[in-house]
């Protein structure tokens, strides 16, 4: 060959080495006319341009001539120079060079940083998202991936004893191209071992977890790339394919990935991800590599699916790389990988191809050498396959940096408002907290999607999701504007940060209740609540000729109405068993379903588990008569049947997440198409605590602008806590007059206008010493207790074991109708029947002394002395009021006086004794006081430690004798008789009694009784 024809041979050999040499040869041409040339060794600037626009080795490219001889150095150099900007760090160093160290040295300390950059800094990329996971935002993202290294093209010595120069070899993939490596079968090891150094690099480079990794190898079964096994378990590889049927689902999936990026990302718009990207969109994708180890022979669907995949799944991040035998096809014909689109090609060649004779890359001998589609007839060297302990480091960072990534979650702080307060709730609500695919996801609640449902087993992140939820609309809705009733059903006490405790008085301003660790009948109340504010509404709206909220807010302007939102934790609690209480919630939370929209009030229900509710699915239909007003779910973590159920019959997603706070939003009722895959925010303690400090500060000058309503605090219950006596509103407000009668429930909005609070006494209706035994697992009032009018059977006995509860009752029995009680008003006698019950009795005579009135603590020995002395007393009272003519009502108003047996029981022998001159005994004298005794304002308060002995002590015609009974730690079998047999289905266990008054509501419920007074608390 000539020497002129040698040098245009080199020429255009190196003009189209590598991807960029299309637009090289554009520069060249223009340099090349240019009198002053740059020096060879000067780096020219990267042209900018895709790097691996389709280029093919031009048939006449050892027939074009040309004399620019010295265009050879340039081509070189800037060949060189565009592989180093186009393959920069870990995309293009050798395996021995410098930049692996750090790799390497991560892979041995056996404990990578997760997160930490893994490559040189110009390519580390942080705030990419776990796989599939959406990334957070379009600013954090800034990965551009250009070419990855393979090897090196050598260019042969332009003269004869010339020497040979290199330029580095390197091909794209990621937004770029598929690759097609060719190779004879009894090689196919070093084609292996090109994938191996490409997915090396590649994984090395990107940001952890941003590629995912898809291998079909049914010859070795994935042997050859078995280094890379650690990124299965972070799920950024999927278990080797081995079988065509295996692969042909894989496919189709894949191909419906690319139709679905293509329509709902690109949606004609941008001709790729990376063009899209360009205009500051989010990637939202992942890069999906499909590694094909052998060239499949495909059902002609799935054909098709490889063939589309190929051509359109590049614009979408979705790339093929094919190992194929060289030999698959009859000499001359077209062999089925021919068709991959898109792809460039190595394969190993050991005559040339079609080159002709005199091929200055052609290599020396017989051996086999590489070429490749960028670098035509040039002879290329290919690295050797990394060595495997850095295929081992760079497995074990990426699984622990994709892992960690998964687990990060994003930041809540963009779901907040700029402005507190800022939004108005007339048309419904919105609260953004999550991001998807594009950027923040807004949960609303509205007229089409009135109520939500979030499932997701234990620990998914669903409580989490409900404080983003509370906190992000309270940061955006004033407390005129919303209010809310916070129940949760769990010991956890998720909702207790909007409640006072301990040291930090924060309150959520827009919170009516707050239930934590709730008792079923307290959620029922709060439902019966809401929905007799419903009732309200209605009436409100009738008047005004309103058809919805909207309206009634339209018609009264600047008189409230908020919406009302109830968030119900683990809300399945409250329906199991089946009992009334469960048939009442149901009855509740199907009407609030139902009619909720038009009147503003939504339910967010939350739940481990929605199968097996028995309360539901005892009345046909109930479940779908509820559920099927929740067009919004959202479905964290569960199992596949538990998706079934809390989405629909045939969406099986949620059973599919991988990490906590990844979640499908669903706002068609669970319907699979309307499926979105989010991420939940995360709140950092800083962060809330910031926004409380806000909502607090708020919530002071709003309502020192006006003394604006809705102000009142919470309800707030506790489940577990006692009861604590001195804290109660209604004992606290006791000041010398019986307890007032309670004329008013709370079921009045806090902003209905003309509320005022109830408790005012009714004209004309005499109110009698109410004795307060403990709080209602209920909304109102805010203590129940025991009314001592002057009727037969005002009498009250504390029954049960559990000594706490029973001194607690018997201590603010008394201590509350001392607060009742005016100047002189009351009398007390108090026994300890056991010794042991001196203190008690001690702290009870102090107690009530403090008020002013009188009371004497007697030892056990003095039990038989008391009681006869009391039925002397009540004897005299009735020979006074006969005196007197008329009967007690007429008569001058007795002091109230009470005889209180702690522990009676235990004086059942003494008792029983007669005295031998009157042949009266002790039960003689009881049992005439508690049938005589309280007509003349003397009644008998007294713990009996089980109802059997109350019952002896009584004889069997004196039962009714005591109306008011409170039970503690009875099972309810016990209690039939004393219920007037009726069957008591009240619970009774620790911090729980059940209160029975025959004057009252004929029905047990369950109370919390009052804890024990303490000594030396002052009354006031
Ligand atoms: N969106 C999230 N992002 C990151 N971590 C989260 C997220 N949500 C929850 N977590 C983590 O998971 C833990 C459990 O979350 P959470 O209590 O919300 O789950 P849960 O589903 O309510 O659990 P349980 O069923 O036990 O009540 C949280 O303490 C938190 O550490
Ligand atoms: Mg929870």
């Known amino acids: ?59 006449d490219a050892w027939h074009t001539g040309s004399s620019a001889a010295q265009r050879v150095p340039i081509a070189l150099s800037a060949a060189a ?64 991936p250009g070419l990855w290294r393979v090897g090196r093209v050598i260019v042969p010595p332009l003269l004869p004893g010339g020497v040979a120069a290199e330029v580095p070899l390197a091909v794209s993939l990621l937004d770029g191209g598929n690759l097609r490596i060719v190779v004879d079968r009894d090689r196919r090891g070093e084609g292996v071992g090109v994938v191996r150094g490409l997915l090396t690099r590649v994984l090395a480079a990107a940001p952890a977890g941003s590629v995912r990794v898809i291998v079909y190898d049914p010859y070795e079964l994935g042997a050859g790339l078995a280094g890379f096994a650690p990124l299965r378990a972070a799920g950024v590889a999927s278990p080797t394919l081995t079988t065509r049927t295996r692969l042909e689902g894989v496919l189709a999936e894949l191909s419906a990935e690319v139709g679905r990026i293509t329509v709902d990302r690109l949606g004609g718009r941008f ?67 021919d068709t991959l689109a898109h792809a460039e090609t190595l394969w190993l060649t050991d005559d040339g191809g ?144 909007f409640a006072p405790r301990g040291d930090d008085p924060f309150v959520l301003p827009h919170a009516d209740t707050i239930g934590m660790d709730s008792d079923r009948e307290f959620g029922v109340a709060v439902l019966r609540h809401v929905r007799a504010l419903m009732q309200r509404r209605a009436l409100a709206m009738r008047a ?60 967010l229900l939350a739940s481990q588990t929605l199968s097996g509710i028995d309360a539901l699915d005892a009345t046909a239909g109930k ?62 303690p800083a962060l809330l605590a910031t926004l409380r400090a806000s909502l607090s500060s708020a919530n002071v000058s709003r309502t020192n602008v006006s003394r604006a309503a809705g102000n009142r605090p919470p309800k707030v219950f506790v489940g577990h806590a006692p009861a604590l006596l001195d804290d109660n509103p209604l004992f606290r407000s006791l000041a010398g007059t019986p307890a007032p009668l309670d004329r008013g429930g709370p079921d009045r909005d806090a902003l209905d206008p003309g509320h005022q609070d109830p408790g005012h006494q009714d004209d004309g209706e005499v109110a009698e010493p109410l004795a307060l035994v403990g709080v209602p697992l209920d909304l109102h009032p805010a203590a129940v207790g025991v009314r001592l009018s002057p009727l037969p059977g005002r009498n009250l006995a504390v029954l049960g074991p559990l000594r706490r509860e029973a001194v607690g009752v018997l201590h603010a029995a008394v201590t509350s109708l001392a607060a009742q009680a005016g100047p002189d008003g009351l009398g007390v006698d108090i026994v300890a029947v056991t010794g042991e019950m001196a203190p008690v009795a001690d702290i009870l005579a102090e107690r009530v002394r403090a008020f002013g009135q009188a009371a004497e603590v007697h030892p056990p020995a003095a039990l038989r002395r008391v009681l006869a002395q009391t039925s002397d007393a009540v004897r005299a009272r009735e020979e006074s009021a006969l005196a007197v003519g008329t009967g007690p009502q007429h008569g001058p108003a007795q002091p109230l006086r009470l005889l209180v047996l702690f522990a009676a029981d235990a004086g059942r022998g003494v008792l029983e004794a007669k005295d031998p001159v009157s042949r009266r005994s002790g039960l003689d004298d009881l049992r005439f006081v508690t049938r005589r005794g309280p007509v003349q304002r003397v009644h008998l308060l007294g713990w009996w430690r089980g109802p059997g002995r109350l019952l002896d002590d009584l004889g069997p015609t004196h039962r009714d004798d005591v109306g008011a009974w409170i039970a503690v730690g009875v099972p309810g079998n016990d209690l039939f008789s004393l219920a007037g047999n009726r069957s008591v289905t009240a619970v009774t266990s620790a911090n729980r009694a059940v209160l029975f008054d025959r004057n009252g509501q004929a029905e047990a419920r369950t109370i919390i009784p009052f804890a024990p007074l303490q000594r030396q608390v002052d009354a006031r």
């Not at 520069?27 to 790097?51: I, K, M, N, S």
């Open 81 to 144: 120079s565009i592989a180093r900007e186009q393959a920069p760090a870990l995309a293009g160093a050798r395996w021995s060079a410098p930049a692996w160290t750090p790799v390497r040295q991560a892979g041995l300390a056996g404990h990578p940083t997760p997160g930490e950059p893994v490559s040189a800094p110009e390519v580390s990329v942080q705030g990419v998202s776990a796989p599939g996971v959406p990334v957070q935002g379009a600013a954090e993202r800034h990965y551009r």
């Open 623 to 684: 479940r779908g008569s509820i559920f099927g007003q929740f067009a919004l779910r959202i479905a964290l973590r569960t199992s596949i049947s538990e998706s079934r159920v809390l989405l629909s019959t045939t969406n099986e997603a949620a059973g599919a997440l991988a990490g906590v706070g990844e979640a499908i939003v669903n706002r068609r009722n669970g319907h699979p198409a309307g499926n979105e895959l989010v991420r939940v925010a995360y709140p950092e």
């Open 271 to 337: 001709a790729s991800l990376r063009e899209r990207e360009a205009a500051g969109l989010p990637r939202a994708e992942p890069w999906r590599l499909l590694v094909l180890l052998a060239w499949p022979s495909l059902a002609d669907d799935a054909a098709r699916a490889l063939a589309a995949v190929a051509a359109q799944g590049p614009a979408c991040g979705v790339h093929v790389i094919v190992l194929a035998e060289e030999g698959a096809a009859a000499p001359g014909a077209r062999r089925g990988h």
């Open 544 to 603: 005004v000729g309103a058809r919805d909220l909207r309206g009634l807010r339209a018609a009264q302007v600047g008189t409230g109405w908020p919406r009302i939102m109830i968030v119900i934790d683990e809300f399945q609690v409250m329906l199991t068993p089946l009992d009334a209480v469960s048939r009442e919630a149901v009855s509740h939370l199907e009407v609030l379903a139902r009619q909720g929209r038009a009147y503003g009030i939504h339910l």
């Open 1 to 59: 060959m000539s020497g002129t024809r040698r040098v245009r041979t080199l020429v255009t050999g190196i003009q189209t080495c590598l991807g960029e040499a299309l637009s090289l040869a554009d520069r060249l041409e223009a340099l090349a006319d240019q009198v002053e040339l740059p020096e060879p060794d000067a780096p020219l600037a990267g042209t900018g341009t895709r790097p691996t626009d389709q280029l093919h080795w031009p048939d």
């Open 354 to 497: 079609n080159r002709p004779a005199g091929d200055p890359g052609r290599p020396e001998g017989d051996r086999p050498s590489w070429r490749c589609s960028l670098s035509g007839p040039l002879r290329c060297d290919l690295d050797e396959p990394p060595p495997p302990d850095l295929v081992a480091a760079v497995a074990q960072i990426v699984a622990a940096a994709a892992a960690h990534e998964a687990a990060r979650p994003p930041n809540a702080r963009a779901l907040l408002p700029e402005t507190l307060w800022s939004f108005d709730a007339a048309g419904g609500l919105a609260v953004p907290v999550a991001f998807g695919p594009d950027g923040p996801v807004t949960l609303r609640f509205d007229d089409d999607t009135v109520h939500a449902l979030v499932g997701g087993q234990a620990g998914a992140g669903k409580s989490t999701l409900l404080l983003d939820v509370v906190y992000g609309l309270a940061a955006r809705y004033g407390p005129d504007q919303l209010r809310f009733h916070l129940l949760d059903f769990k010991e956890g006490l998720e909702f207790a940060q």
